[in-house]
């Protein structure tokens, strides 16, 4: 199948891509390595609504994110119709290896994204899924699926930033609360969970903590389980 990229043809068969590095299966694509780039088909038949269009990664991918990956180029067919897209590939070297860093680097490690989401804000891009298999560690935090970014015309740059950094927030809320189990996931399932981030999230907020992993690693190791439990059980 020919597939137009960056204004040259290209030929691929998404259907036998035995040869390349399968990566993954999402509910809008099929994502294989081919070289240095992660090439993202989409389903026939996806499970999901495909937000990502080509106006917006012909936007997107003149931005200069260093944590946030965005399309490199889109994939049209014959009519010009979006396909699916490329960006750069990072490897994996383990996510828990950012659980291994000190206060000081997450802190450092979370400004690293603020300023890509700054970035993205400015050019009204906000963020959409954003979860533990849509990130990748590699002497970095990188999140990895622009398929879910759109661009939002009605909004303006600091509702954006607003909308983006709760986001972001939220997703590290729940990953730091995760990874040190903190909570049973009995007790914690994943219905409850994004109602639990966004409140520890205001809570956050509300303090005088300028970074959200500060707010966290500043509650005494001791009493973080019992800080975490308490607001499960709805108290306070």
């Known amino acids: 199948m020919e597939f137009l990229v960056d204004g040259k043809k290209v030929r691929y068969n998404p259907y036998n891509m035995k040869k390349d590095r399968h990566l993954g299966d999402g509910y809008e694509v099929e994502a294989y390595q081919i070289n240095d780039k992660v090439v993202k088909f989409f389903h026939k038949y996806p499970k999901k609504k495909i937000i990502i269009t080509k ?22 067919d014959k009519k010009r119709n979006i396909r699916g897209y490329q960006m750069d590939y990072i490897e994996d070297l383990d996510m828990d290896s950012y659980f291994g860093l000190d ?11 603020k300023n890509d989401i700054e970035l993205l804000s400015d050019n009204k891009v906000q963020l959409g899924d954003l979860n533990h298999a849509n990130t990748v560690y590699n002497n970095g935090l990188y999140l990895i699926d622009p398929g879910s970014y759109f661009i939002d015309s009605s909004v303006d740059e600091n509702q954006a930033y ?4 709760d986001i972001l927030n939220e997703f590290l809320i729940y990953e730091v609360i995760k990874n040190y189990h903190l909570v049973k996931y009995s007790d914690f399932d994943a219905e409850e969970s994004f109602s639990f981030c966004r409140q520890i999230s205001r809570e956050y907020k509300d303090s005088d903590k300028s970074d959200v992993l500060d707010f966290l690693s500043g509650i005494e190791e001791n009493s973080l389980s019992e800080f975490v439990e308490k607001r499960v059980n709805g108290k306070k």
């Not at 003149?62 to 946030?68: E, S």
């Open 162 to 165: 607003g909308i983006n950094i």
């Open 103 to 113: 206060k000081d680097q997450l802190v450092e490690e979370h400004k690293s994204l």
């Open 55 to 76: 106006e917006s990664v012909e936007k997107m991918k003149k931005i200069k994110t260093k944590r946030i990956l965005l399309p490199t180029d889109a994939l049209l």
